[in-house]
């Protein structure tokens, strides 16, 4: 079963502008980690946020963590072309903290 | 080598056949990890090794599919009886030694199975 949960299933924006991805859990997690798929092959990891930790940032990308409302946010800036993709948010639990629970992902088009 | 690698990229096969899954984890790595993904899902877990043992194999679907891992790197997948249902792209993540460290998984570029 998946226990992440993201929002909104499909975003379509035009290039430029800032897209916002949302993410929510139902247990308590180690790190919550966020990862790009092109065309439905290979991941790519984008960033990782700890528990203990509120925010985070990598280039054009901000990650923000919420524990007591157990949700996720990524933000991408200045959105490009290429940063077309489907998004997905994945979690490693406290129990059984090795595997990854991804969400169903959130299906981003950046219009040129 | 610079990342991990499977293969194939692409398989197709008959209902009923057997099929091996290979991949290449990340030098080095001694954590690997087994997902598969159907279309418009999200990855879903299937077996943890670190090194030779599988630690976790709870996401395994059935008895039909098994993995090994016998000298610490190089580990394949293996579905018997393959079913329509196996139909899916898998995918395989090496970290550098999983062990509750909360590490980054990096993943391979996944095997698209396709059952006829």
């Known amino acids: 079963s998946q226990q992440g949960e993201e929002d909104p299933q499909a975003l379509s924006i035009q290039e430029g502008e800032n897209a916002t991805m949302n993410c929510s859990y139902k247990?308590?997690?180690?790190?919550l980690q966020w990862y790009r798929q092109n065309s439905g092959r290979g991941l790519v990891h984008l960033i990782l946020?700890?528990?203990?930790?509120r925010e985070k940032h990598s280039g054009r990308l901000r990650v923000t963590l919420d524990t007591s409302k157990k949700s996720s946010s990524l933000l991408i800036t200045a959105s490009r072309a290429a940063d077309t993709a489907s998004y997905f948010c994945?979690?490693?639990?406290?129990?059984?903290?090795?595997?990854?629970?991804f969400g169903q992902g959130t299906r981003l088009t950046i219009n040129p | 080598g610079a990342g991990v690698s499977q293969t194939p990229s692409n398989k197709v096969t008959e209902k009923g056949k057997y099929v091996e899954l290979r991949c290449d984890p990340i030098?080095?790595?001694?954590?690997l990890y087994w997902y598969r993904q159907s279309l418009g899902q999200g990855p879903e877990f299937l077996i943890y090794?670190?090194?030779?043992?599988?630690?976790?194999d709870s996401g395994l679907p059935n008895d039909r599919f098994f993995a090994v891992r016998p000298e610490g790197s190089v580990s394949t997948l293996k579905i018997q009886r393959t079913e329509r249902g196996d139909s899916a792209v898998y995918l395989c993540?090496?970290?550098?030694f999983g062990a509750g460290l909360g590490e980054t998984q990096y993943f391979g570029p996944g095997t698209r199975l396709l059952v006829l």
């Open positions: 030098s080095g790595h001694t954590a």
């Open positions: 247990t308590s997690i180690n790190n």
């Open positions: 946020i700890r528990s203990n930790e």
């Open positions: 993540a090496s970290s550098l």
């Open positions: 090794f670190q090194g030779t043992g599988a630690a976790d």
């Open positions: 994945a979690t490693d639990l406290i129990q059984g903290a090795q595997k990854l629970v």
